[in-house]
């Protein structure tokens, strides 16, 4: 059960991460829409995922973003020297719509995987703006309980990451109202804001590039703690920026990302090449 806590936590921290979180066409009607509404290319992009100046995880990512439908999928696993310990295979798949409004309407959410040969699986489905879950393995176990009213109009890490860029493409800026996630365990809500255009961290520069879009950001947990969790570091804000780029040929893109998570400390997720377009 511990050991099982530990990897739902850490992909939790890790999944601001995943802004891109993508997926396939297969898995989706919203994708067939979106095919049918213009035959979009897909953005294929690969993410380095370090804490501490660590490698541990690799993020493979894939989206088509329409005007009216999202669909996406990232797979994370555990990369160099982290892996000989641990050992980390996680899939999180969404699609939906947007709204006139540009706001994401997620209709679907999966996750799935492996830590440490021990399974999980969520999966969601949206019904008048409340995500409900059908799936979830292991059970939620002695856990603070979210209600369908409070998970009222929360989204999916999925649907509220590609909401971020879509917002970016279109208007070139963050959607700064507060906006609830839940990851079928815990309600957060993440704030954004606007901090202006900069040059890019050195160690983030590619060729795509010589200044990017910024925003902060804090994600706070407002509900499903565990029993004790009175005590729980998660309580604490954390704390991020994420840096924006107009790659040619495939638009404003996240190029980087750092948080403070209150267990884990200074994540960085980065850009590893120039991604790809594919039919």
């Not at 439908?69 to 994370?76: D, E, F, K, R, T």
């Not at 006139?100 to 999980?120: L, M």
Request: charged share 15%; glycine share 10%; aromatic share 6%.
């Amino acid at each position: 059960m511990n050991r099982k806590n530990t990897c739902r936590r850490h992909m939790h921290g890790i999944a601001m991460g995943m802004l891109l979180g993508m997926l396939p066409l297969a898995f989706c009607p919203a994708v067939q829409q979106a095919r049918a509404e213009g035959g979009l290319m897909q953005t294929s992009a690969r993410y380095l995922i370090n804490v501490h100046g660590l490698h541990v995880l690799t993020a493979n990512v894939g989206y088509r973003l329409g005007i009216n439908a999202y669909s996406g999928i990232a797979q994370v696993q555990t990369a160099g020297f982290f892996g000989l310990f641990v050992q980390t295979d996680m899939r999180m798949q969404g699609s939906g719509q947007f709204l006139a409004s540009g706001q994401p309407e997620p209709a679907q959410y999966d996750s799935a995987g492996t830590y440490n040969h021990e399974q999980s699986h969520l999966h969601m489905t949206y019904q008048a703006g409340v995500p409900q879950i059908t799936v979830q393995e292991p059970p939620i176990g002695t856990r603070e309980k979210v209600t369908p009213e409070e998970r009222a109009g929360a989204q999916d890490i999925v649907a509220l990451l590609v909401g971020l860029v879509h917002q970016m493409q279109t208007h070139n800026r963050c959607d700064e109202a507060p906006q609830k996630l839940f990851d079928g365990l815990r309600l957060s809500v993440l704030s954004l804001r606007n901090t202006g255009v900069e040059r890019p961290p050195s160690s983030a520069s590619h060729a795509w590039g010589s200044e990017s879009v910024t925003c902060n950001f804090v994600l706070q947990q407002v509900k499903g703690f565990t029993a004790n969790g009175q005590f729980s570091k998660l309580r604490q804000p954390q704390i991020g920026r994420v840096w924006f780029e107009n790659i040619p040929n495939i638009g404003m893109s996240v190029v980087r990302l750092e948080v403070e998570h209150p267990k884990m400390g200074h994540v960085v997720m980065r850009l590893d090449e120039t991604p790809k377009q594919t039919p």
